[in-house]
């Protein structure tokens, strides 16, 4: 299990994510092709919770596995299932949410999380404290400076566990400014990871979560908020 060092945050976070998030939209608008999506498409900013719940009951069989690991058998089984119109934009959101286990592993390589808030794992136990290390099977938590931690299985851990995660991530993305990664490219990657809460949280079916994140990504970029009415509900 590798150590955290202490590498500045832009430097250790960067090339990961340019290569993860960036297949979800370019980071620079002016060379991608306009998709205006407006008039066939659900606000994600606005919509109620109720709403967005009915839009999506034809993908009520989505797989959702508690650790983040997918089966592709399954999920392809799965799409196979849908009417033909749906199964090419369904299939487009999988290809993004299904990296995000590895997206959180590879955070881990090179930092730590402190956990906001007390956080109840699957057994009802509840954990704090500062995740410090982690691998594709395991999580150790670190209270105060001993060095002492525990271990925790990624099953252990509940979908909101691995949201927190995420969002710290995309909040510190939020304060950079200089270094070697401007706070423009800072905040495009930080669109980037709330775009991925966004498309995340609506396959688990947390639709407010999911609406709360899309409202922080186009609160950044203005720019995306048809692209992502269009990825979320065409």
Request: aromatic share 10%; glycine share 8%; hydrophobic share 30%.
């Given at each position: 299990m590798k150590k955290a060092v202490g590498y500045p945050f832009e430097v250790r976070y960067i090339f990961f994510a340019a290569v993860f998030l960036g297949i979800i939209f370019n980071l620079y608008p002016e060379d991608a092709d306009a998709v205006n999506a407006a008039d066939s498409a659900p606000d994600i900013c606005a919509i109620e919770e109720e709403a967005y719940?009915?839009?999506?009951?034809?993908?009520?069989?989505r797989p959702r596995p508690g650790a983040l690991v997918f089966n592709e058998r399954e999920v392809g089984k799965y799409i196979d299932s849908l009417p033909a119109d749906l199964r090419e934009?369904?299939?487009?959101?999988?290809?993004?949410?299904?990296?995000a286990k590895e997206h959180i592993i590879k955070l881990?390589?090179?930092?730590?999380?402190?956990?906001?808030?007390?956080?109840?794992?699957?057994?009802?136990?509840t954990i704090s404290g500062t995740i410090a290390?982690?691998?594709?099977?395991?999580?150790?938590?670190?209270?105060?400076?001993s060095g002492?931690?525990?271990?925790?299985?990624?099953?252990?851990?509940?979908f909101?566990?691995?949201?927190?995660?995420?969002?710290?991530?995309?909040?510190?993305?939020?304060?950079?400014?200089?270094?070697?990664v401007s706070r423009e490219e800072s905040q495009?990657?930080?669109?980037?990871?709330?775009?991925l809460l966004t498309l995340l949280c609506d396959w688990y079916a947390e639709y407010k979560m999911s609406s709360e994140f899309a409202r922080k990504a186009v609160s950044i970029r203005p720019d995306i908020k048809d692209q992502l009415n269009d990825l979320v509900f065409k």
């Open positions: 719940e009915e839009l999506r009951e034809p993908y009520a069989q934009s369904e299939r487009k959101r999988y290809d993004i949410i299904k990296g881990f390589e090179r930092n730590t999380v402190d956990l906001k808030d007390s956080v109840r794992l699957r057994s009802g136990k290390l982690a691998n594709d099977k395991v999580f150790i938590v670190r209270k105060g400076k002492k931690g525990k271990t925790y299985k990624w099953e252990d851990l509940p909101k566990g691995y949201v927190d995660i995420l969002e710290d991530f995309a909040a510190r993305r939020m304060k950079i400014s200089g270094g070697s495009k990657y930080a669109a980037n990871d709330y775009i």
